[in-house]
Each structure stands twice: as structure tokens, then as C-alpha cells.
């Protein structure tokens, strides 16, 4: 599938902002499964200064200082992506978790290594009693990884409720199991937070989901929102994707933009400034499907 994306962030400030410095993470990640075509950061106003490289975690980073007084600051990232159709987990293949967590202990191959590093706790990702009991539900002895993982998937999309307004990206992982309500981002926090409480690598990924209207209604430009999954790591397969808002394994309607440790990792934009006063931040999004390859040419 071929995608065309429209990401826009637009500041408002109720006093002028002098110097505004800001990190973008809006350029999506290439995958084996995923190629990026064509990818623009647009800026209004125009910054003094741009820089791109990677982060730690291999994500395209934007680094960007606009020194001219300004009272809206406007980000237009437009991407053209390739995501191909991946197959779902081999349930029956693969190790039990306890086999897959004392690798991640004392790791001898370097994916093992590199992995074991999303094994702790990280500032948006805390672990409790609570939480493990939560995952130890289906993390039953002896329990092959990926059946357990996908049926813990299962139980948060089941046990939670899909609702905005209720948390924000400081609500603490306890408080959202406590809650059973939030939304994408807290739902991969969460499970995220039930694999590491076991020792086990999980980690979170940002990106785009392509939506679907009602029968019968006309995709609404723009409302199509910014998404989150999880992603935890099993021997010889590497990083298996699960999301626990919809129950999925994403395929090709799952677009990557980032990856890392928590939200903190992979936010899309963040930045300092100097003035501005009160604020707000409008964010709107667009991903639509190209009919065919040669569409992404025009």
C-alpha cells in the first residue's frame, strides 16, 4: 500500500514568541517493510537554523530555531510511504516467555543485548504490583511468548474503554489500570508496563493508522489522528508489533513513524521558547491510500 501523509501543528500564542527551538520527529522510519519516498518539513515562519540527523533509537530527527518575532509557529510534514503486507506471528513457533526473559538476563547474540535495553522502567513507563499481576494472567507458566502476548493484547482492548479526555500524557500507568479508560497511548504504555514488570523488552512505537469511515459517510480530511502500538521482542523473529486499542497485529494500515522507550522517546514535536505567554496547539492529520504507485509520482 501507498499512503500519502499530512501531518500539521499549529502554535498560537497569546503573546509574541522571540526565539522558538524545536525537535521534530515527523519523518517516518524506513523498515524492512516500509520505504519512504518522498518526505517535507515545512516551517512558517521560515527557522534560522535546521539540522537533521538520527536520534539514539535510529529515529529522523529535525532540529529547528526560528528567531524572528512570531505569534504562530505552523509545522507541515507531508510524506509519501510504502508499507507492505506482513504476515501474522507463528503462533506454535518460538520459546516460552521464561526462556525469552533469562535470554534478555545474560544475552549472548547482540539483537538479545540490544533488545534487553527495554527491559526497565522509563519515565512515562512504571511498574507496579498491580500491573504484574494484571500481565500474569496470560503470562502463565511455561506460556509460549507470542500466544500470551496476543492474548494480553486481547484483554486490554476487552478490559478497557477507548476514551478521550479522561487522561493526559502524564497520567501514570497505575492510574490508567485503575481507570480501564484511556486511549492509544496510554493503552501501549500499559502493556508495555505488564511485559517489562515480567522482564521482558517492549517497546513503544508511534505512527499513523489509516481510518475508516462509517458505511455509507466520506473520510473526513484531517480526521485521522497520530497512533500508538507496542512492539516486544522475541528470538529468531525479532520485534513483533501488537495493538492493543484495535487488537491487531499491524500490517500495511499501520504506518511507523518512531520508536523508543515510552511516548518521551517519539513525541513529534517538542521544543522551548522565549515569551508567548498562554498557548495552544491545534494538530490535524491526514493519511490517505494511493490507488496505484504511479499516483505517489504526481
Not at 202 to 215: E, K
Not at 232 to 246: E, Q
Request: glycine letters at 8%; proline letters at 6%.
Amino acid at each position: 500500500m501507498i499512503y500519502e501523509i499530512s501531518h500539521v501543528s499549529t502554535f498560537d500564542y497569546a503573546q509574541p514568541v522571540s526565539v522558538s527551538h524545536q525537535l521534530l520527529r515527523l519523518k517516518p522510519r524506513e523498515t524492512e517493510r516500509q520505504r519512504v519516498a518522498r518526505s517535507t518539513i515545512a516551517i512558517d515562519p521560515e527557522p534560522a537554523t535546521r539540522e537533521q540527523r538520527r536520534d539514539y533509537f535510529g529515529n529522523e530527527v529535525t532540529y529547528i530555531t526560528v528567531q524572528e518575532p512570531h505569534a504562530r509557529l505552523t509545522v507541515r510534514a507531508s510524506s509519501t510511504v510504502e508499507v507492505e503486507t506482513g504476515g501474522a506471528p507463528f503462533l506454535d513457533f518460538g520459546p516460552s516467555w521464561q526462556e525469552v526473559v533469562r535470554e534478555l538476563g545474560a544475552p549472548r547474540e547482540p539483537q538479545a543485548l540490544a533488545a534487553s535495553q527495554f527491559c526497565f522502567r522509563s519515565p512515562f513507563v512504571q511498574m507496579d504490583e498491580g500491573v504484574f499481576r494484571y500481565a500474569v494472567e496470560s503470562f502463565t507458566p511455561g506460556a509460549r511468548l507470542l500466544p500470551a502476548l496476543l492474548e494480553l493484547t486481547a484483554r486490554i482492548h476487552a478490559d478497557f474503554r477507548y476514551e478521550g479526555g479522561v487522561t493526559d500524557v502524564w497520567t501514570p500507568v497505575a492510574e490508567v489500570l485503575r481507570r480501564r479508560r484511556g486511549v492509544c497511548q496510554d493503552f501501549a504504555h500499559l502493556e508495555i508496563a505488564c511485559l517489562r514488570s515480567l522482564g521482558l523488552a517492549a517497546r513503544y512505537v508511534s505512527g499513523y493508522l489509516l481510518t475508516r469511515p462509517p458505511d455509507g459517510k466520506a473520510r473526513l480530511v484531517g480526521a485521522d489522528a497520530s497512533h500508538a502500538w507496542v512492539s516486544a521482542w522475541c528470538p529468531h523473529l525479532g520485534w513483533v508489533d501488537v495493538d492493543p486499542t484495535n487488537n491487531v497485529v499491524p500490517s500495511d494500515e499501520h504506518i511507523s513513524l518512531a520508536w523508543g522507550r515510552d511516548y518521551g522517546d517519539v513525541s513529534p514535536t517538542n521544543g522551548v521558547i522565549v515569551g508567548g505567554g498562554a498557548h495552544s496547539v491545534a494538530v490535524s492529520v491526514d493519511v490517505s491510500r494511493l490507488e496505484r504507485a504511479t499516483d505517489a509520482a504526481r
